[in-house]
C-alpha cells in the first residue's frame, strides 16, 4: 500500500471553509498522515529532522494549502528551506526522496477560466505552480498534476459535500495505486482522473 | 473661660501640635515627643502662652489614656497572646519585675520613702511602645528575633500598667485628698467596700455581654453613622463615670470593658471611632505635660539632670541585656533589644502625673522625672544610631561587609549583573551559543555554589564603578543587569550610564512601578520577569479551549506589543513623583487602567488578517 502524507498549510484555519471541510472528511483514511504544520510549528521553527523522518516513512507527499498570492502560506517555505537540505534532498549525494511523488492540493477563490492566458490571472495554475514542480525534480522526484478546489469565494455551502467526496476518492485511488504513471503525466489536474 | 479665650486657647495648642509634630518626626524624634515639644514651646518657660491652666488640660486630657486603655483590651487577642506566652511572661514579667526592684532600691538608697521608691520603680521599668514600635517597622526589624522579643516586652508592659493603676492608690500616703470627689465606698466597712468594686466589675463583663451588644445592633441598624461615634463615646465615658463612683481606676474599667468587647462583630467599628479621639486627647496630654515642665528647677541642675537619664537608661539596658542572654538572643539582636528598649515609655507621663496628685511624690520630684522621662525618649534615636553605626557591624558577621570583591581575571563582550533565577537562564543560554559572559553576582553563597560546578563567577556589587571597570566594561559590548532587586538595579544602571555609555543596557524589571523607575533613567530595553511566561500560560490556554496554536501564538504576540505600548503611554501620562506607584491600591489602579486600555483599544488584528469576506462579496457582485 502507497502511503501518503500530507503537509497541511491553514494559518486561520478556524476561518476557512473548504479546508476545514477537506481535511474533516479524510481523517480517518487508512495510510494517510494528515500533518498540520502551523499547529505543529506556531512559531515557524520547524523541525528538520522530525520533518525528514516523516518524509522517509511516506511515498506520496502532498502540500495542501490555500493559493495565497499565486504561492503558498509562509510556513511551507519555511518548511521546504529547513527540510530540503542540500546532501539530503538535492545534491550529488541527496537521494532521500528518490522516486518519491510531490503534489499540491489547493483552493483558489477565483474561477478556473480566470487562470488562463490572457485571463484576469495571466497564466495557468500549472505555471503558477512551476517552482514546486522544480523543486520535486530536483530532489529526484517525480511532480504530480494539482489537485485543485476553484472558485471557492462563490461557492455555496451544498457543493461542499461533492469537493470533499472527491477529494477523498482521488487520496484512495493515489493509495490504492489506482491511477497509471502515464494517465498522472498526462493529467492538468488530478480532478480529471476520477 | 468664655468663648474667645475658648477658641485661642484651642487655636494655640493645635497651631503648636501642628508645627511641632511633623519636625519632631522629620527629625526621627517620632510624634510623642512632638507634642511634648510643643507643650514645652507654648508652656510658661518658653512663649508663656498657657500658665496655670495647663494643669485643668492635664486632667481633661487624661481620659485619653482611659480611652487608650480601652483600645489596648479591645486589641488583645487571645491566640496572640498564648503564642508568644513564653517571651510575654519571661521576658516581659522579668523585666518588669527586675527593672522595678533595682530601680527602687536605687531610690531608697537615694533617700526617697519607700512608697515613692516604689512608685518610681513601676513607673520607670515600662518602655515607650510608641516609640519602639516605630523605630523598629521602619527600619525593618520586627521580624527579627530582637524585634519579636521587644514586641512580647512592650505587650507585657501594656498590661502591667492596669495592675500598676490599681496599686497606685495604695501607695497614696493616708493624709493626702487621694482621688477628686467623693466614692461610693467613703464611710462604709472593709467588707463592703470589696463587694462594692468586685460587684462594679461584674457590673462591667455582664453588661458588655448581655447589654451593650444588643444595644449595639440597635444603633447600627438606625444606620447614623455619627450615632454608633456617639455611643462608643459613650460607652468608654460610662464606665470611666461608674468606675469614679466606687472608687476605682477609669482606665482599669476602659481596660477590662474593652476585653469583654475584643471579640464582638462590632469591635473595628469600635476600634476606628475611639481611636481618633484618643489620638487627639493623648496629644493634648503630651502637650500639657511638656507645658508643666518646670525648665528653671532642671535647669539650675543640668548634670544632676543628665547623669539621672543615662544612669536610668543604663540600668534599663543592663537588666535587658541579662535577660536577653538568659533567651539565646545572639550578640547583635541582643545589644539592639536592650538599646532599643532603654527609654522609658509614655506611659510614665501618666503615672508620674498620678503620684502628683495623690501627693507620692513632691512636685519638683515629679518635674525632674517628667523631665528625665522625655530625655531618654528623646535619646533613643540617638541609642538607636550609635547601634546600628558602631556595635552592629563589629558584632555581626555580614557578608557583604567580611567579603572583599573578587579579582576579575577574564573579559568577555557581555557582562552578567545578577546570576538569579532570570541571570543564570540568560548566563546559559548565551553559554550555549559559545558566547561567554563575565558574571558578577552579590550573593556569596551563589558564588560557592557556581564555583563548585565549575563556573567562573564573581563576587562583588556592579554598581561599583572600579569593579566594572575590572570587569572589562569600557571594552564590552553588552551589560545585562538582572539584580535581586529594584533598588540594586537602578543603582547599576545610573552608573553604567554615567561611566560606560559604550554598554548597551538590557534590564530585567519585575513590577510595573519597576518599569516605569527604569523608563525615567531612560533605559531602553526594559524586560519585565513575568510577561513572557504569562503570556505563554495565557496561549496554551487559548489552545487548550480549542485555538489554533498559531492564532494563540500571534495573539500573545500581538498582546506583548500592545502591553508595551500602553505602558509607555501610561508612563508617559504618569506623575513625576517618585513614590508614585508604591502602595499596594495605587499598584492595582495602575493594573486597572491597563486593563480598561485593552478594552478600549482594539489591539488584536487577528480578526483582520486572512480574512476573505470582503473578496467574497466583491466576487458575488461580478
Same mark, same amino acid.
Given at each position: 500500500?502507497?502511503?501518503?502524507?500530507?503537509?497541511?498549510?491553514?494559518?486561520?484555519?478556524?476561518?476557512?471553509?473548504?479546508? /476545514?471541510?477537506?481535511?474533516?472528511?479524510?481523517?480517518?483514511?487508512?495510510?494517510?498522515?494528515?500533518?498540520?504544520?502551523?499547529?505543529?510549528?506556531?512559531?515557524?521553527?520547524?523541525?528538520?529532522?522530525?520533518?525528514?523522518?516523516?518524509?522517509?516513512?511516506?511515498?506520496?507527499?502532498?502540500?495542501?494549502?490555500?493559493? #495565497?498570492?499565486?504561492? /503558498?502560506? /509562509?510556513?511551507?517555505?519555511?518548511?521546504?528551506?529547513?527540510?530540503?537540505?542540500?546532501?539530503?534532498?538535492?545534491?550529488?549525494?541527496?537521494?532521500?526522496?528518490?522516486?518519491?511523488?510531490?503534489?499540491?492540493?489547493?483552493?483558489?477563490?477565483?474561477?478556473?477560466?480566470?487562470?488562463?492566458?490572457?485571463?484576469?490571472?495571466?497564466?495557468?495554475?500549472?505555471?503558477?505552480?512551476?517552482?514546486?514542480?522544480?523543486? /520535486?525534480?530536483?530532489?529526484?522526484?517525480? #511532480?504530480?498534476?494539482?489537485?485543485?478546489?476553484?472558485?471557492?469565494?462563490?461557492?455555496?455551502?451544498?457543493?461542499?459535500?461533492?469537493?470533499?467526496?472527491?477529494?477523498?476518492?482521488?487520496?484512495?485511488?493515489?493509495?490504492?495505486?489506482? #491511477?497509471?504513471?502515464?494517465?498522472?503525466?498526462?493529467?492538468?489536474?488530478?480532478?480529471?482522473?476520477? | 473661660?468664655?468663648?474667645?479665650?475658648?477658641?485661642?486657647?484651642?487655636?494655640?495648642?493645635?497651631?503648636?501640635?501642628?508645627?511641632?509634630?511633623?519636625?519632631?518626626?522629620?527629625?526621627?524624634?517620632?510624634?510623642?515627643?512632638?507634642?511634648?515639644?510643643?507643650?514645652?514651646?507654648?508652656?510658661?518657660?518658653?512663649?508663656?502662652?498657657?500658665?496655670?491652666?495647663?494643669?485643668?488640660?492635664?486632667?481633661?486630657?487624661?481620659?485619653?489614656?482611659?480611652?487608650?486603655?480601652?483600645?489596648?483590651?479591645?486589641?488583645?487577642?487571645?491566640?496572640?497572646?498564648?503564642?508568644?506566652?513564653?517571651?510575654?511572661?519571661?521576658?516581659?514579667?522579668?523585666?518588669?519585675?527586675?527593672?522595678?526592684?533595682?530601680?527602687?532600691?536605687?531610690?531608697?538608697?537615694?533617700?526617697?520613702?519607700?512608697?515613692?521608691?516604689?512608685?518610681?520603680?513601676?513607673?520607670?521599668?515600662?518602655?515607650?511602645?510608641?516609640?519602639?514600635?516605630?523605630?523598629?517597622?521602619?527600619?525593618?526589624?520586627?521580624?527579627?528575633?530582637?524585634?519579636?522579643?521587644?514586641?512580647?516586652?512592650?505587650?507585657?508592659?501594656?498590661?502591667?500598667?492596669?495592675?500598676?493603676?490599681?496599686?497606685?492608690?495604695?501607695?497614696?500616703?493616708?493624709?493626702?485628698?487621694?482621688?477628686?470627689?467623693?466614692?461610693?465606698?467613703?464611710?462604709?466597712?472593709?467588707?463592703?467596700?470589696?463587694?462594692?468594686?468586685?460587684?462594679?466589675?461584674?457590673?462591667?463583663?455582664?453588661?458588655?455581654?448581655?447589654?451593650?451588644?444588643?444595644?449595639?445592633?440597635?444603633?447600627?441598624?438606625?444606620?447614623?453613622?455619627?450615632?454608633?461615634?456617639?455611643?462608643?463615646?459613650?460607652?468608654?465615658?460610662?464606665?470611666?463615670?461608674?468606675?469614679?463612683?466606687?472608687?476605682?481606676?477609669?482606665?482599669?474599667?476602659?481596660?477590662?470593658?474593652?476585653?469583654?468587647?475584643?471579640?464582638?462583630?462590632?469591635?473595628?467599628?469600635?476600634?476606628?471611632?475611639?481611636?481618633?479621639?484618643?489620638?487627639?486627647?493623648?496629644?493634648?496630654?503630651?502637650?500639657?505635660?511638656?507645658?508643666?515642665?518646670?525648665?528653671?528647677?532642671?535647669?539650675?541642675?543640668?548634670?544632676?539632670?543628665?547623669?539621672?537619664?543615662?544612669?536610668?537608661?543604663?540600668?534599663?539596658?543592663?537588666?535587658?541585656?541579662?535577660?536577653?542572654?538568659?533567651?539565646?538572643?545572639?550578640?547583635?539582636?541582643?545589644?539592639?533589644?536592650?538599646?532599643?528598649?532603654?527609654?522609658?515609655?509614655?506611659?510614665?507621663?501618666?503615672?508620674?502625673?498620678?503620684?502628683?496628685?495623690?501627693?507620692?511624690?513632691?512636685?519638683?520630684?515629679?518635674?525632674?522625672?517628667?523631665?528625665?522621662?522625655?530625655?531618654?525618649?528623646?535619646?533613643?534615636?540617638?541609642?538607636?544610631?550609635?547601634?546600628?553605626?558602631?556595635?552592629?557591624?563589629?558584632?555581626?558577621?555580614?557578608?557583604?561587609?567580611?567579603?572583599?570583591?573578587?579579582?576579575?581575571?577574564?573579559?568577555?563582550?557581555?557582562?552578567?549583573?545578577?546570576?538569579?533565577?532570570?541571570?543564570?537562564?540568560?548566563?546559559?543560554?548565551?553559554?550555549?551559543?559559545?558566547?561567554?559572559?563575565?558574571?558578577?553576582?552579590?550573593?556569596?553563597?551563589?558564588?560557592?555554589?557556581?564555583?563548585?560546578?565549575?563556573?567562573?563567577?564573581?563576587?562583588?556589587?556592579?554598581?561599583?564603578?572600579?569593579?566594572?571597570?575590572?570587569?572589562?566594561?569600557?571594552?564590552?559590548?553588552?551589560?545585562?543587569?538582572?539584580?535581586?532587586?529594584?533598588?540594586?538595579?537602578?543603582?547599576?544602571?545610573?552608573?553604567?550610564?554615567?561611566?560606560?555609555?559604550?554598554?548597551?543596557?538590557?534590564?530585567?524589571?519585575?513590577?510595573?512601578?519597576?518599569?516605569?523607575?527604569?523608563?525615567?533613567?531612560?533605559?531602553?530595553?526594559?524586560?519585565?520577569?513575568?510577561?513572557?511566561?504569562?503570556?505563554?500560560?495565557?496561549?496554551?490556554?487559548?489552545?487548550?479551549?480549542?485555538?489554533?496554536?498559531?492564532?494563540?501564538?500571534?495573539?500573545?504576540?500581538?498582546?506583548?506589543?500592545?502591553?508595551?505600548?500602553?505602558?509607555?503611554?501610561?508612563?508617559?501620562?504618569?506623575?513625576?513623583?517618585?513614590?508614585?506607584?508604591?502602595?499596594?491600591?495605587?499598584?492595582?489602579?495602575?493594573?486597572?487602567?491597563?486593563?480598561?486600555?485593552?478594552?478600549?483599544?482594539?489591539?488584536?488584528?487577528?480578526?483582520?488578517?486572512?480574512?476573505?469576506?470582503?473578496?467574497?462579496?466583491?466576487?458575488?457582485?461580478?
Amino acid at each position: 500500500m502507497t502511503r501518503i502524507l500530507i503537509l497541511f498549510a491553514h494559518p486561520a484555519l478556524e476561518r476557512s471553509r473548504i479546508h /476545514a471541510g477537506l481535511i474533516h472528511s479524510i481523517r480517518d483514511l487508512q495510510g494517510v498522515t494528515l500533518h498540520d504544520l502551523y499547529e505543529a510549528y506556531p512559531d515557524l521553527n520547524v523541525d528538520p529532522d522530525r520533518e525528514q523522518e516523516l518524509l522517509l516513512r511516506h511515498d506520496i507527499i502532498l502540500l495542501q494549502h490555500p493559493f #495565497y498570492w499565486y504561492s /503558498a502560506p /509562509a510556513i511551507i517555505k519555511q518548511w521546504q528551506d529547513l527540510v530540503l537540505e542540500h546532501g539530503w534532498a538535492y545534491g550529488h549525494s541527496g537521494t532521500a526522496l528518490q522516486g518519491k511523488l510531490l503534489g499540491n492540493v489547493i483552493s483558489t477563490g477565483g474561477m478556473q477560466s480566470a487562470y488562463v492566458r490572457g485571463g484576469h490571472h495571466g497564466y495557468t495554475i500549472r505555471e503558477f505552480l512551476l517552482p514546486f514542480e522544480q523543486t /520535486a525534480r530536483l530532489c529526484n522526484m517525480t #511532480y504530480l498534476p494539482p489537485f485543485v478546489i476553484h472558485g471557492t469565494h462563490r461557492m455555496e455551502q451544498p457543493d461542499m459535500p461533492y469537493c470533499c467526496k472527491q477529494y477523498r476518492q482521488m487520496l484512495e485511488g493515489l493509495r490504492d495505486d489506482r #491511477y497509471t504513471p502515464g494517465a498522472l503525466a498526462e493529467a492538468v489536474y488530478l480532478n480529471e482522473l476520477m | 473661660m468664655n468663648e474667645h479665650s475658648f477658641f485661642f486657647t484651642a487655636m494655640i495648642y493645635l497651631a503648636a501640635a501642628v508645627v511641632c509634630v511633623p519636625v519632631a518626626k522629620k527629625l526621627g524624634l517620632g510624634s510623642v515627643l512632638g507634642y511634648l515639644l510643643a507643650g514645652i514651646f507654648i508652656g510658661p518657660d518658653v512663649m508663656g502662652f498657657i500658665g496655670a491652666e495647663g494643669q485643668d488640660i492635664l486632667h481633661f486630657a487624661e481620659f485619653g489614656v482611659v480611652m487608650m486603655l480601652f483600645l489596648i483590651g479591645i486589641e488583645l487577642e487571645p491566640a496572640l497572646l498564648w503564642k508568644l506566652r513564653a517571651p510575654i511572661i519571661g521576658m516581659g514579667g522579668m523585666q518588669v519585675l527586675i527593672t522595678t526592684a533595682l530601680i527602687t532600691g536605687l531610690a531608697l538608697w537615694l533617700g526617697q520613702p519607700l512608697r515613692a521608691a516604689l512608685a518610681l520603680g513601676m513607673t520607670l521599668s515600662l518602655s515607650s511602645t510608641a516609640i519602639v514600635l516605630q523605630s523598629l517597622k521602619e527600619k525593618g526589624l520586627m521580624p527579627s528575633a530582637a524585634g519579636q522579643s521587644s514586641f512580647s516586652v512592650l505587650l507585657f508592659q501594656d498590661i502591667a500598667v492596669i495592675p500598676m493603676l490599681a496599686i497606685f492608690p495604695l501607695l497614696a500616703p493616708p493624709g493626702a485628698a487621694a482621688m477628686e470627689g467623693h466614692s461610693l465606698r467613703d464611710g462604709l466597712p472593709g467588707w463592703a467596700q470589696t463587694l462594692i468594686v468586685l460587684g462594679a466589675v461584674v457590673l462591667i463583663i455582664l453588661a458588655g455581654r448581655y447589654l451593650v451588644r444588643p444595644l449595639m445592633r440597635v444603633v447600627a441598624r438606625a444606620r447614623v453613622r455619627e450615632l454608633f461615634t456617639t455611643f462608643a463615646l459613650l460607652l468608654v465615658v460610662g464606665i470611666s463615670v461608674l468606675m469614679t463612683v466606687v472608687g476605682l481606676s477609669p482606665a482599669l474599667g476602659a481596660f477590662l470593658g474593652g476585653v469583654v468587647l475584643a471579640n464582638s462583630e462590632y469591635k473595628h467599628e469600635l476600634e476606628s471611632d475611639i481611636e481618633p479621639f484618643k489620638g487627639l486627647l493623648l496629644g493634648l496630654f503630651f502637650i500639657a505635660v511638656g507645658a508643666s515642665i518646670d525648665f528653671g528647677l532642671i535647669l539650675s541642675q543640668p548634670w544632676r539632670m543628665l547623669g539621672l537619664v543615662i544612669a536610668l537608661m543604663t540600668v534599663k539596658c543592663l537588666v535587658l541585656l541579662a535577660l536577653g542572654r538568659l533567651f539565646r538572643l545572639s550578640t547583635d539582636q541582643n545589644l539592639l533589644f536592650g538599646f532599643s528598649l532603654s527609654q522609658v515609655g509614655e506611659f510614665a507621663f501618666v503615672l508620674l502625673s498620678f503620684t502628683h496628685q495623690s501627693g507620692i511624690l513632691p512636685a519638683d520630684t515629679t518635674s525632674m522625672m517628667t523631665a528625665a522621662v522625655a530625655l531618654s525618649m528623646a535619646f533613643t534615636p540617638l541609642v538607636i544610631m550609635v547601634y546600628e553605626k558602631l556595635l552592629q557591624p563589629r558584632f555581626t558577621i555580614t557578608e557583604s561587609a567580611a567579603r572583599e570583591p573578587d579579582a576579575i581575571t577574564e573579559k568577555h563582550p557581555v557582562i552578567l549583573a545578577g546570576f538569579g533565577r532570570a541571570g543564570n537562564i540568560i548566563g546559559r543560554f548565551l553559554l550555549a551559543n559559545g558566547v561567554r559572559t563575565t558574571i558578577l553576582d552579590l550573593d556569596s553563597d551563589r558564588i560557592d555554589l557556581l564555583h563548585n560546578l565549575g563556573i567562573q563567577a564573581y563576587y562583588g556589587d556592579a554598581s561599583r564603578h572600579d569593579l566594572l571597570q575590572a570587569a572589562g566594561a569600557a571594552d564590552a559590548k553588552v551589560i545585562i543587569i538582572a539584580a535581586d532587586s529594584i533598588d540594586q538595579t537602578t543603582e547599576i544602571v545610573k552608573v553604567v550610564r554615567k561611566h560606560f555609555p559604550n554598554l548597551q543596557m538590557l534590564v530585567k524589571a519585575e513590577s510595573i512601578s519597576d518599569v516605569f523607575d527604569l523608563m525615567e533613567l531612560g533605559v531602553l530595553h526594559i524586560y519585565r520577569e513575568s510577561l513572557d511566561t504569562s503570556l505563554r500560560m495565557g496561549a496554551d490556554a487559548l489552545r487548550m479551549l480549542g485555538y489554533r496554536a498559531y492564532h494563540a501564538q500571534r495573539a500573545a504576540g500581538t498582546f506583548r506589543q500592545h502591553d508595551e505600548k500602553a505602558l509607555k503611554e501610561l508612563s508617559a501620562l504618569r506623575d513625576d513623583k517618585k513614590t508614585y506607584l508604591h502602595t499596594f491600591k495605587e499598584r492595582i489602579e495602575e493594573i486597572a487602567r491597563l486593563i480598561n486600555r485593552d478594552n478600549v483599544k482594539p489591539w488584536n488584528n487577528e480578526t483582520v488578517s486572512w480574512d476573505e469576506s470582503s473578496l467574497i462579496e466583491e466576487a458575488k457582485k461580478e
